[in-house]
C-alpha cells in the first residue's frame, strides 16, 4: 500500500496514521477520494465536509488501519490455501489469533474503566458488558427466543415455514472441499464480494416479493464454508398460498449467475420446508446459532471441532471481513423490545402496556401482535424508538450541554447523532433513558468526582442495549 510500512505489524499503525493524516492534509476532495481508492480504503459513504476532517485525523485512520489490515490477512490466508477443510476451517490461524489476542485487550479494557452517573453511582464497564448482549449467550438465549417466537406467530396464523441456503457459485470458492487443494476455476473474489453477491441476491428476491404483494417474516444467518466463502441460512415464514411461487422466486435470482455451472441446481439454492410434527424452526435454527455464538460441545466438523474454538473462527472470520452474522427480516423492531424491557412497572398505558408485558416475559410473538400483528414492520408498528440527541459533558468546567446547543458536537465538529432515549406512541414520548453517565478512565475514588478526561456516555441504564 505504502511503501515503508507493514499493515500486518500493529507497531506500524500509528506511524501510517500520522503519515495518511499529513498526506490527505492539503488534498483536494476529487485527489483524496482517488488516493483512497488507490489504497484500498472504501470511505465513499462520507461526503465532502464529512471526509475532510476524518482524513486529516490520525486517530481516524488508525481504526482504517487496523480494519483493513485484518481484512487483507484473513483474505491472504484464504488466497493461498490456508484456509480450507485440510487446513484450518473458516478462517486462518494468525486470523483467529489476532482475534483472540483482540479479545484480551477487550476485556483488559472493561477491567480498567468504570461508568460513574453524575450523583456518584459507578458501575464496571466489564458487568455491564456481562449483562447485555455483549455476553454471548445472552445474545444467543434473545435470538432463540426471537426464532421461537417467530415459529409461534407462523403457527398461530397458520403459516408456512421453512429453511432456505443461498451459496455463491463454485468459481467463487478458494479451495475444495475434499480435498482442501485450490480451486483452479476460483477467480479471486474476496469474501466482501461474494457477501456482496448474496446480498444482491436477497434484495432483488425482496423487491420482487414485494412487487407481488407476497409478505416473509424471520430471520437469517450467515456463515462461513470451509474456505471462508459465505453462505446464507434463512428461516423464512409466509402465507401459506404464497409457498410454491416463494421458492420459484428464490430459485430463478439465486441462479441468475452460473446457472449451468456442475451442481448449481442441486446445490446453490436449497429448500427445507418445516414439519411441526417433527421440530420448531427454532430447532432447526438453533445449530446455526449455536455454531456461530457459542458453539456446540461434542460435535465434529473437519479439522476443527464444533465447539468453543469452531465458534471463535466463525467469529473471527466475520470480525475480518466485518460481515453481519444475523439478521432479522420482517416483524416488529427489536430496539423497541429491547427497550419496553427497561420499563419494569405497569405502564397504566393501554397503548404500551401489553407490549411491556409482553417484551418482560421474552414473549415474541405476542409483542410482535401488541405493537401490530404478524405483518407489521419497524414502520407500521404503532410503539416506536424515539431518538434524540444526548447531552454532553464538558470537560473543562464541568457543565452539562444540553441537546441541540451548538456546543454538543463531535471531534470534527458535526452534531452529535442522535440516540435511543426511550419509546413513541400515539404522539407520547416516554423516556426509558434518562442519566448521564461518564466514562472514568480509572477505578474512581470515592470522595471526589469524574476525572476532567472523562468522555461521556448517555445509557440512561443497565437493561439490554
Same mark, same amino acid.
Given at each position: 500500500?505504502?511503501?515503508?510500512?507493514?499493515?500486518?505489524?500493529? *507497531?506500524? %499503525?500509528?506511524?501510517?496514521?500520522?503519515?495518511?493524516?499529513?498526506?490527505?492534509?492539503?488534498?483536494?476532495?476529487?485527489?483524496?477520494?482517488?488516493?483512497?481508492?488507490?489504497?484500498?480504503?472504501?470511505?465513499?459513504?462520507?461526503?465532502?465536509?464529512?471526509?475532510?476532517?476524518?482524513?486529516?485525523?490520525?486517530?481516524?485512520?488508525?481504526?482504517?488501519?487496523?480494519?483493513?489490515?485484518?481484512?487483507?490477512?484473513?483474505?491472504?490466508?484464504?488466497?493461498?490455501?490456508?484456509?480450507?477443510?485440510?487446513?484450518?476451517?473458516?478462517?486462518?490461524?494468525?486470523?483467529?489469533?489476532?482475534?483472540?489476542?483482540?479479545?484480551?485487550?477487550?476485556?483488559?479494557?472493561?477491567?480498567?474503566?468504570?461508568?460513574?452517573?453524575?450523583?456518584?453511582?459507578?458501575? @464496571?464497564?466489564?458487568?455491564? @458488558?456481562?449483562?447485555?448482549?455483549?455476553?454471548?449467550?445472552?445474545?444467543?438465549?434473545?435470538?432463540?427466543?426471537?426464532?421461537?417466537?417467530?415459529?409461534?406467530?407462523?403457527?398461530?396464523?397458520?403459516?408456512?415455514?421453512?429453511?432456505?441456503?443461498?451459496?455463491?457459485?463454485?468459481?467463487? %470458492?478458494?479451495?475444495?472441499?475434499?480435498?482442501?487443494?485450490?480451486?483452479?476455476?476460483?477467480?479471486?473474489?474476496?469474501?466482501?464480494?461474494?457477501?456482496?453477491?448474496?446480498?444482491?441476491?436477497?434484495?432483488?428476491?425482496?423487491?420482487?416479493?414485494?412487487?407481488?404483494?407476497?409478505? /416473509?417474516?424471520?430471520?437469517?444467518?450467515?456463515?462461513?464454508?470451509?474456505?471462508?466463502?459465505?453462505?446464507?441460512?434463512?428461516?423464512?415464514?409466509?402465507? @401459506?398460498?404464497?409457498?410454491?411461487? /416463494?421458492?420459484?422466486?428464490?430459485?430463478?435470482?439465486?441462479?441468475?449467475?452460473?446457472?449451468?455451472?456442475?451442481?448449481?441446481?442441486?446445490?446453490?439454492?436449497?429448500?427445507?420446508? /418445516?414439519?411441526?410434527?417433527?421440530?420448531?424452526?427454532?430447532?432447526?435454527?438453533?445449530?446455526?446459532?449455536?455454531?456461530?455464538?457459542?458453539?456446540?460441545?461434542?460435535?465434529?466438523?473437519?479439522?476443527?471441532?464444533?465447539?468453543?474454538?469452531?465458534?471463535?473462527?466463525?467469529?473471527?472470520?466475520?470480525?475480518?471481513?466485518? /460481515?453481519?452474522?444475523?439478521?432479522?427480516?420482517?416483524?416488529?423492531?427489536?430496539?423497541?423490545?429491547?427497550?419496553?424491557?427497561?420499563?419494569?412497572?405497569?405502564?397504566?398505558?393501554?397503548?404500551?402496556?401489553?407490549?411491556?408485558?409482553?417484551?418482560?416475559?421474552?414473549?415474541?410473538?405476542?409483542?410482535?401482535?401488541?405493537?401490530?400483528?404478524?405483518?407489521?414492520? *419497524?414502520?407500521?408498528?404503532?410503539?416506536?424508538?424515539?431518538?434524540?440527541? @444526548?447531552?454532553?459533558?464538558?470537560?473543562?468546567?464541568?457543565?452539562?450541554?444540553?441537546?441541540?446547543?451548538?456546543?454538543?458536537? *463531535?471531534?470534527?465538529?458535526?452534531?452529535?447523532?442522535?440516540?435511543?432515549?426511550?419509546?413513541?406512541?400515539?404522539?407520547?414520548?416516554?423516556?426509558?433513558?434518562?442519566?448521564?453517565?461518564?466514562?472514568?478512565?480509572?477505578?474512581?475514588?470515592?470522595?471526589?468526582?469524574?476525572?476532567?478526561?472523562?468522555?461521556?456516555?448517555?445509557?440512561?441504564?443497565?437493561?439490554?442495549?
Amino acid at each position: 500500500m505504502i511503501e515503508g510500512y507493514d499493515l500486518l505489524d500493529e *507497531n506500524d %499503525h500509528s506511524g501510517l496514521a500520522d503519515t495518511l493524516s499529513q498526506q490527505f492534509r492539503f488534498t483536494t476532495v476529487p485527489t483524496s477520494y482517488t488516493k483512497l481508492k488507490q489504497y484500498g480504503f472504501d470511505l465513499v459513504h462520507y461526503n465532502e465536509t464529512e471526509l475532510l476532517p476524518r482524513i486529516r485525523d490520525p486517530r481516524f485512520w488508525k481504526g482504517q488501519i487496523r480494519k483493513r489490515s485484518k481484512e487483507l490477512l484473513a483474505e491472504l490466508e484464504r488466497c493461498i490455501g490456508l484456509v480450507s477443510s485440510r487446513r484450518a476451517k473458516y478462517c486462518g490461524d494468525l486470523t483467529h489469533k489476532r482475534f483472540k489476542e483482540s479479545e484480551l485487550k477487550t476485556a483488559e479494557f472493561l477491567e480498567r474503566h468504570f461508568i460513574q452517573s453524575l450523583d456518584g453511582e459507578r458501575i @464496571s464497564l466489564k458487568e455491564i @458488558s456481562e449483562h447485555n448482549i455483549s455476553n454471548k449467550k445472552i445474545l444467543f438465549y434473545e435470538w432463540i427466543t426471537r426464532v421461537k417466537g417467530f415459529d409461534e406467530l407462523a403457527e398461530r396464523h397458520g403459516h408456512s415455514s421453512m429453511m432456505v441456503t443461498l451459496t455463491c457459485p463454485a468459481y467463487m %470458492h478458494a479451495t475444495h472441499s475434499r480435498s482442501g487443494q485450490l480451486n483452479k476455476n476460483y477467480r479471486g473474489q474476496s469474501v466482501r464480494e461474494c457477501q456482496r453477491y448474496l446480498n444482491t441476491v436477497w434484495r432483488r428476491i425482496r423487491a420482487k416479493l414485494k412487487r407481488d404483494d407476497i409478505a /416473509i417474516y424471520g430471520m437469517r444467518v450467515v456463515e462461513p464454508h470451509h474456505d471462508g466463502t459465505p453462505h446464507w441460512h434463512l428461516m423464512l415464514h409466509c402465507n @401459506s398460498q404464497h409457498t410454491s411461487e /416463494i421458492k420459484r422466486i428464490i430459485r430463478h435470482y439465486g441462479l441468475q449467475d452460473s446457472p449451468n455451472e456442475k451442481g448449481a441446481k442441486e446445490r446453490r439454492v436449497d429448500f427445507i420446508d /418445516i414439519d411441526r410434527s417433527r421440530g420448531s424452526s427454532a430447532a432447526y435454527l438453533a445449530k446455526y446459532l449455536a455454531k456461530n455464538m457459542t458453539g456446540i460441545e461434542g460435535k465434529s466438523e473437519g479439522c476443527r471441532r464444533v465447539s468453543r474454538i469452531a465458534a471463535d473462527c466463525a467469529r473471527a472470520w466475520a470480525s475480518a471481513h466485518n /460481515i453481519r452474522q444475523f439478521q432479522q427480516f420482517g416483524g416488529a423492531s427489536v430496539t423497541v423490545y429491547r427497550e419496553l424491557r427497561r420499563l419494569r412497572d405497569n405502564t397504566f398505558d393501554s397503548d404500551i402496556e401489553p407490549a411491556r408485558q409482553a417484551a418482560d416475559a421474552s414473549d415474541w410473538a405476542t409483542y410482535c401482535e401488541a405493537v401490530g400483528g404478524v405483518g407489521v414492520s *419497524n414502520r407500521t408498528q404503532t410503539i416506536k424508538p424515539y431518538y434524540e440527541q @444526548s447531552e454532553s459533558f464538558e470537560r473543562s468546567t464541568g457543565e452539562i450541554i444540553q441537546p441541540g446547543q451548538p456546543e454538543n458536537q *463531535n471531534r470534527y465538529g458535526e452534531a452529535k447523532s442522535k440516540v435511543v432515549k426511550g419509546l413513541e406512541v400515539a404522539g407520547k414520548v416516554r423516556k426509558t433513558r434518562t442519566q448521564l453517565w461518564t466514562i472514568v478512565a480509572s477505578p474512581p475514588q470515592s470522595d471526589v468526582s469524574p476525572p476532567a478526561r472523562a468522555g461521556c456516555i448517555g445509557t440512561g441504564g443497565l437493561g439490554l442495549v
